[in-house]
């Protein structure tokens, strides 16, 4: 199979296969409606809320499968989002929801006898390629805000520490990652004065079934989801979600024990020690308990953050290539650092093919973003331009196409910008056309350099121009660099000093392509902190063609 065709169907399979994960294994609750009032899609989660099974609801219009009452209800909100095309949110106390369908056993799940709580949002679906067209279907979301009412009540009642509370839930409100939520729980226990802080977590990793009332059937499973070496108080604790509080005379007898649970689910606990014999009265427990809410959502969101970083980061790598084509007479290269850990993954990519008429695509862009997003949109992108190459390989058809494909696909606040070049290896006759990128730098074989401005303040993709290309021509020796703007903008830098860097840097004796980017890299970025993907692409001419 020709690998170019598999790079540009492999982003909607990607799709694909993560739409049914989603649907079979994820733990969000939604559903498709069509026009018809049909439901079309519903994950594993919403149907297991409902108590049906999926296949009970798929096909099915409300008043197939509800009650008269309830179903008007659910037509009706369905109904109000097809005429309106705007989103409805409703809030249910008490009850499980599909739209509005209880369930009596999840509404019983609080652990201090509380029914549970549930949003239900009804977003409008339009077509992606007309999306100033009629909705074509409805999407249900359920989101189980328990245990965020639950905090927010306990946050309102707790007058007396309102400041401190406060100043905590400010300070991990901003974290996205676990070991930063742990290093607040122990700031909190030295500010209250507790001689031990604890925080023991569940793997992310093993089976979560909800919390709590499991089924007696899941018991056993679940249990052997939890550590060995956890006492006998915090597996409790884990398991009924109730917080212990014990107190005692002498040292080290009073303890909390608080449960961390998110979207219904347990996390782990949260314990404190204290030497001092204290009694915990009801603002004590307010507080404390309103606090194991607090990271129980920075928690959760850390996860969230780093499951869809590493997905980003799969995502991205699978799109780039690892190896760029052999072709005589011209030789290629190329350098990717993504960015720091702690940063979102951009959307910078690189791309090397060679064409049927046997000269060879080369383009260096930039989507302007972060995280899964920007990858996604890195990838659709990619696999447009080598699609409208194959039909037309000349920089501006290319950049003209990619324009319209943006204004039918992509949002207003959507930026992609590339540079695309054609190169002949037997002429060394180069085409090359800029949609809103960085210029490319020429460095000669006897070694002078110099930046390229390939098109004067040319726009990002979707911002409609006349898009030109220009033609230069690449001697035996010479090289073009194509980069992305964590090359030369850092926190340290501004664009147009990293700019001049780089030409100074690239000047000198020109010692090849390899030597070239390596020589780039340690005199721009060293050992440099960086929060920014960082692309470099070059091309040099042999002369063997």
Known sequence: MNDDKVGCERPAGIDAALLATLTSQGSTAFAFYDRQ????????????????AAEDLLGRRPDEVHPPARARRIEAALSRVLTRGEPHVETHAGHAHDGG???????AACPDGRERAYESQWLPVRDPVDEAGPVIGVLLVVRDITEQRRCEDLLRSSQWRTARLQAMTARI?????????????????AGIAAVCSEAYLLDETA???????????????????LPAHWSAELVAAVTDGIARYT?????????????LVGSGAPLGVLRYTFDDGRVFDPD??????????????????SRLYEREHRTAVALQRSLLPERLPAVRGVEFGFRYLPGAPDFEVGGDWYDVFQLPDGRVAIVVGDVIGKGLTAAAGMGRVRSALRALAFTDPEPAAVLTGLDRLFTATEDDESLTTLVYAVVDPATGLLD???????????????????????????????????????????????????????????RGRGLDEGLADLVEIARGTNEGLEALLTDILEGLLGDRDRDDDVTILGVRITGDA
């Open 101 to 107: 369908d209880p369930v009596d056993r999840v509404g």
């Open 432 to 490: 090359l056309a800029d949609a809103g990128h960085l210029p490319v730098v020429l460095v000669s074989a006897d070694g002078t350099a110099k930046l390229v401005e390939i098109g004067e303040e040319s726009t990002p993709l979707g911002v409609a121009e006349q898009r030109t290309q220009h033609t230069i021509r690449l001697d035996p020796g010479d090289i073009l660099i194509g980069f992305s703007d964590g090359l030369v903008e850092t």
């Open 247 to 259: 107190s005692n005379d002498g040292p080290g007898a009073s303890r909390v024990i608080l449960p």
């Open 207 to 225: 089976p979560v079934y909800p919390w709590p009332n499991v089924p007696a059937q899941r018991t056993v499973a679940r249990r052997r989801g």
């Open 284 to 301: 004590d427990r307010i507080f404390l308990e309103a606090f194991a809410g607090q990271c129980a959502l920075a928690i959760e969101r």
């Open 173 to 189: 409100a901003g974290t996205l990652s676990v070991p930063e939520v742990e290093e607040a729980v122990g700031d909190l226990g």
């Open 37 to 52: 009032l049909h439901c079309r899609r519903v994950s594993g989660a919403l149907a297991r809320l409902t108590g049906r």
